[in-house]
């Protein structure tokens, strides 16, 4: 019998099912509960193409006698256990039989969750072999109307199995076998072709069929070539509808034609959609680099990030004599960020206040004979009223030194006045004042190392740095100044060094702009430094040599990270502020 219907032969998305090795499995057990009972039969059929590769069938020790209404279910009996291998000795095989495979069980999270439980006691890593539930399959393919029942034994007897489960585990398992197959032959027409739109068919739990506009525009993806890269779906006048990426763009752009694709949102883009444009990149940093250029260029109505491309948000100070801090959408030098939100540059503003002696008031100051009236908070001792003509700009400059000390990362004096008061706070008890002046302090330690990495990277006029590509070969880039300037792959086998000097050769000039990220855009700069620091990239070239701030945010990593886990331990209200790691 094959599992799959002739539609399943096509270019499909995903793995396709016909390369799929599924490990049925079943278990028998002293009772329901995988924390006080015990494992006394495995059976295991390991098929792919329809076809058996391989059965394992053994009876297990317990441990423990088995309950006589369960013997009476099963037969199997305390007499038929002794001298039969204990569980440490059955898991290593079985296990070895789930790697790489799909575990098939019927009623799945029964059988995992024993299977998950003995790793447990006997120290063995699970292998997280993807899960596939057959009675949740047979609810998604077949209607109530048909099968009422989704039990074992009713399926098999619906299909006409070879096989009759008899609550012994081999021979269960060959019966799920047979119905697995079955329950294949029928999403055929549902137009699953692959694993992945197989489990999510089973995690929606709803039969679904392509819409019309779907399978009528499945021929957009057939000259789409399997590379990576970034693919435009456009509609009427050559809109631009939607911009993504894909490692392998054939199969992502055929997805959307797919019973898999059940998003409202994006079918009804589809049903738009007269052409498919592709841009084959050398590899995934260039692709997600085009696509967020490429989505700030045409505002893709579909894309969500078209809303804000590029939206970022700083905290800087403003131009005048007596300057303050405000939050701006467009950075500026001395400015600190990018933050995501305007609501987490806020909390950083608020806390930078605590620690640097700029005046809050927003009133602009006069840059001789100012005659304002003094606030409450001279009468505190936290402003000098110069907008009174009580301090002079001369007076005033070192507070804003201080703060362009801290964004340039000469100094972490004001981080170290934050956490001096957090420590008093704390030694007086007060401590819900201290755990608030504790996630402020962490929000403004990582605002001030961000802007340091980011703008170091920023600053430097080229770096070229070289990724394993997984397979012996190298993904290459050359950044300059913030900006992606050229990429492409040298291949195992090949010297990459000579490849390295043909793409600085034709590199994009890219010039320099007013701004602590030279003009580019914050998302793309967070992106670069992520792939220059991750996923074991090297350094080739860096002109001038790259370094990040001695005093700035980066020795304050570790502890605004441990102030952040605690306030999520404890359920803490903390600035809506991402972690530093950009």
Same mark, same amino acid.
């Given at each position: 019998?094959?599992?799959?219907?002739?539609?399943?032969?096509?270019?499909?998305?995903?793995?396709?099912?016909?390369?799929?090795?599924?490990?049925? #499995?079943?278990?028998?057990?002293?009772?329901?509960?995988?924390?006080?009972?015990? $494992?006394? %039969?495995?059976?295991?059929?390991?098929?792919?193409?329809?076809?058996? $590769? =391989?059965?394992?069938?053994?009876?297990?020790?317990?441990? *423990?006698?088995?309950?006589?209404?369960?013997?009476?279910?099963?037969?199997?009996? +305390?007499?038929?256990?002794?001298?039969?291998?204990?569980? =440490?000795?059955?898991?290593?095989?079985?296990?070895?039989?789930?790697?790489?495979?799909?575990?098939?069980?019927?009623?799945?999270?029964?059988?995992?969750?024993?299977?998950?439980?003995?790793?447990?006691?006997?120290?063995?890593?699970?292998?997280?072999?993807?899960?596939?539930?057959?009675?949740?399959?047979?609810?998604?393919?077949?209607?109530?109307?048909?099968?009422?029942?989704?039990?074992?034994?009713?399926?098999?007897?619906?299909?006409?199995?070879?096989?009759?489960?008899?609550?012994?585990?081999?021979?269960?398992?060959?019966?799920?076998?047979?119905?697995?197959?079955?329950?294949?032959?029928?999403?055929?027409?549902?137009?699953?072709?692959?694993?992945?739109?197989?489990?999510?068919? !089973?995690?929606?739990?709803?039969?679904?069929?392509?819409?019309?506009?779907?399978?009528?525009?499945?021929?957009?993806?057939?000259? #789409?070539?399997?590379?990576?890269? !970034?693919?435009?779906?456009?509609?009427?006048?050559?809109?631009?509808?939607?911009?993504?990426?894909?490692?392998?763009?054939?199969?992502?752009?055929?997805?959307?034609?797919?019973?898999?694709?059940?998003?409202?949102?994006?079918?009804?883009? !589809?049903?738009?959609?007269?052409?498919? +444009? *592709?841009?084959?990149?050398?590899?995934?940093?260039?692709?997600?680099?085009?696509?967020?250029?490429?989505?700030?260029?045409?505002?893709?109505?579909? +894309?969500?990030?078209?809303? +804000?491309?590029?939206?970022?948000?700083?905290?800087?100070?403003?131009?005048? *004599?007596?300057?303050?801090?405000? !939050?701006?959408?467009?950075? &500026?030098?001395?400015?600190?960020?990018?933050?995501?939100?305007?609501?987490?540059?806020?909390?950083?503003?608020?806390?930078?206040?605590?620690? #640097?002696?700029?005046?809050?008031?927003?009133?602009? $100051?006069?840059?001789?004979?100012?005659?304002?009236?003094?606030?409450?908070?001279?009468?505190?001792?936290?402003?000098?009223?110069?907008?009174?003509?009580?301090?002079?700009? %001369?007076?005033?400059?070192?507070?804003?030194?201080?703060?362009?000390?801290?964004?340039?990362?000469?100094?972490?004096?004001?981080?170290?006045?934050?956490?001096?008061?957090?420590?008093?706070?704390?030694?007086?008890?007060?401590?819900?004042?201290?755990?608030?002046?504790?996630?402020?302090?962490?929000?403004?330690?990582?605002?001030?190392?961000?802007?340091? *990495?980011?703008?170091?990277?920023?600053?430097?006029?080229?770096?070229?740095?070289?990724?394993?590509?997984?397979?012996?070969?190298?993904?290459?880039?050359?950044?300059?100044?913030?900006?992606?300037?050229?990429?492409?792959?040298?291949?195992?086998? #090949?010297?990459?060094?000579?490849?390295?000097?043909?793409?600085?050769?034709?590199?994009?000039?890219?010039?320099?702009?007013?701004?602590?990220?030279? =003009?580019?855009?914050?998302?793309?700069?967070?992106?670069?430094?992520?792939?220059?620091?991750?996923?074991?990239?090297?350094?080739?070239?860096?002109?001038?040599?790259?370094?990040?701030?001695? &005093?700035?945010?980066?020795?304050?990593?570790?502890?605004?990270?441990?102030?952040?886990?605690?306030?999520?331990?404890?359920?803490?209200?903390?600035?809506?502020?991402?972690?530093?790691?950009?």
């Amino acid at each position: 019998m094959t599992p799959c219907s002739p539609q399943l032969t096509f270019d499909e998305l995903g793995t396709p099912l016909r390369d799929v090795t599924f490990c049925v #499995v079943d278990l028998e057990t002293t009772g329901g509960s995988h924390r006080a009972d015990a $494992i006394t %039969e495995v059976g295991a059929v390991s098929v792919r193409g329809g076809e058996s $590769i =391989g059965e394992l069938s053994t009876l297990v020790d317990p441990g *423990t006698r088995v309950p006589a209404d369960v013997t009476r279910l099963t037969g199997i009996t +305390n007499g038929m256990l002794a001298g039969a291998p204990p569980l =440490g000795a059955v898991l290593p095989p079985v296990l070895d039989l789930l790697r790489g495979s799909v575990l098939v069980a019927h009623n799945a999270p029964f059988d995992t969750g024993f299977l998950r439980a003995a790793c447990e006691r006997h120290e063995r890593p699970w292998p997280s072999p993807p899960v596939l539930c057959t009675a949740r399959l047979a609810r998604a393919v077949l209607p109530r109307s048909e099968c009422p029942s989704v039990r074992l034994g009713a399926l098999a007897a619906h299909f006409g199995c070879r096989t009759t489960p008899d609550h012994r585990a081999l021979t269960d398992a060959r019966a799920t076998v047979e119905v697995l197959h079955h329950l294949l032959e029928r999403i055929g027409n549902l137009g699953v072709q692959s694993l992945e739109e197989l489990l999510q068919l !089973v995690k929606d739990r709803a039969p679904h069929r392509p819409t019309t506009a779907q399978r009528q525009r499945r021929h957009l993806a057939k000259r #789409v070539p399997s590379e990576p890269g !970034v693919y435009l779906f456009r509609g009427a006048g050559d809109e631009v509808l939607y911009v993504g990426t894909s490692g392998d763009l054939h199969r992502r752009v055929r997805s959307y034609f797919t019973a898999g694709e059940r998003r409202r949102r994006v079918r009804d883009m !589809v049903a738009q959609a007269e052409r498919v +444009n *592709t841009v084959v990149c050398a590899h995934a940093l260039e692709a997600s680099v085009r696509e967020l250029r490429l989505i700030a260029a045409h505002r893709p109505r579909y +894309n969500r990030r078209s809303r +804000n491309p590029g939206r970022a948000w700083w905290v800087a100070p403003t131009a005048e *004599t007596f300057p303050r801090l405000s !939050v701006v959408a467009s950075p &500026r030098e001395g400015a600190l960020g990018p933050f995501s939100s305007q609501r987490a540059a806020t909390a950083v503003l608020d806390a930078a206040l605590d620690a #640097v002696p700029l005046r809050r008031c927003t009133i602009r $100051i006069p840059a001789r004979n100012p005659s304002g009236t003094p606030c409450a908070l001279h009468e505190l001792g936290r402003c000098a009223a110069p907008c009174a003509g009580l301090q002079s700009a %001369e007076d005033y400059a070192p507070a804003v030194e201080s703060w362009r000390e801290l964004v340039e990362g000469r100094s972490d004096a004001p981080l170290r006045a934050l956490a001096d008061g957090v420590d008093a706070r704390a030694a007086d008890g007060r401590y819900e004042a201290a755990a608030l002046a504790r996630d402020r302090l962490a929000a403004l330690a990582s605002g001030v190392d961000r802007a340091g *990495t980011l703008a170091g990277l920023a600053g430097l006029d080229e770096v070229v740095g070289a990724r394993p590509d997984g397979s012996g070969g190298w993904q290459l880039a050359v950044l300059r100044h913030r900006r992606l300037a050229a990429a492409g792959n040298a291949p195992r086998g #090949v010297r990459p060094m000579p490849v390295v000097e043909a793409l600085r050769d034709g590199a994009q000039t890219v010039l320099p702009e007013p701004g602590p990220l030279r =003009g580019a855009p914050a998302e793309e700069v967070r992106l670069l430094y992520r792939w220059l620091t991750e996923g074991g990239t090297r350094l080739v070239y860096s002109t001038p040599s790259w370094a990040e701030p001695a &005093r700035g945010g980066g020795p304050w990593r570790e502890w605004a990270d441990r102030a952040r886990d605690t306030a999520h331990r404890t359920g803490e209200q903390s600035p809506d502020e991402p972690s530093h790691r950009t």
